[in-house]
């Protein structure tokens, strides 16, 4: 695609629900990235995909957090049994090569997550 | 540990203005890229500018401008007379050599009056 592209833009759900984040990178970029970002803060890193696998799963704040990428494309967020605290924006980037070199990202518009 | 600061929260000028974002970082790499990125009203990051730790040399794009000093640690952008479209979050961030994790400041809104 074009850009990189997040769905669904907007997800309300109650608390103790499970909700699934879809991000679409730009066809070719092997690295993704997912951030979190809280309201009025910065961005806070989350897990990164080299390919299909995440090196590093470490920024995830609980067990309660998992994403998967398959066939070097798509990537899910899933939040189970969400709280109140994980209402963000969560922001997906991409990048065309292995991050080492530090290459710039581009960024989705992001999923706006409310959790009642 | 790393960390990018951007103590300005909020920054309000009127157009035309000159306007200096401050960015102040941590890193105990000898190498690293420094990056600033906007994020306008629509929500989607855009990147402005990547500079190597090596390289101190100040740059100018249009009326964008970068003040990298790493005595201090500091990686300054300036916007010259600036416009109503300039209104956004700009955010800095730090990314060390051959890593992945590039780390984000909190950010400063930027409001540009008419």
Partial sequence: GAGVSQSPSNKVT?????????????SGHTALYWYRQRL????????YFQGNSAPDKSGLPSDRFSAERTGESVSTLTIQRTQQEDSAVYLCASSLVPAATNEKLFFGSGTQLSVL | AQKVTQAQTEISVVEKEDVTLDCVYETRDTTYYLFWYKQPPS???????????????????????????????SFNFTITA?????????????????????????????????
């Fill in chain 1, 14 to 26: 109650e608390k103790g629900k499970d909700v699934e984040l879809r991000c679409d990178p730009i």
């Fill in chain 1, 40 to 47: 009025g803060q910065g961005l806070e890193f989350l897990i």
């Fill in chain 2, 43 to 73: 929500g989607e990051l855009v990147f402005l500018i990547r500079r190597n730790s090596f390289d101190e040399q100040n740059e100018i794009s249009g009326r964008y401008s970068w003040n990298f000093q790493k005595s201090t640690s």
């Fill in chain 2, 82 to 114: 600036s416009q109503v479209v300039d209104s956004a979050v700009y955010f800095c961030a730090l990314s060390p050599t051959g890593g992945f994790k590039t780390i984000f400041g909190a950010g400063t809104r930027l409001f540009v009056k008419a």
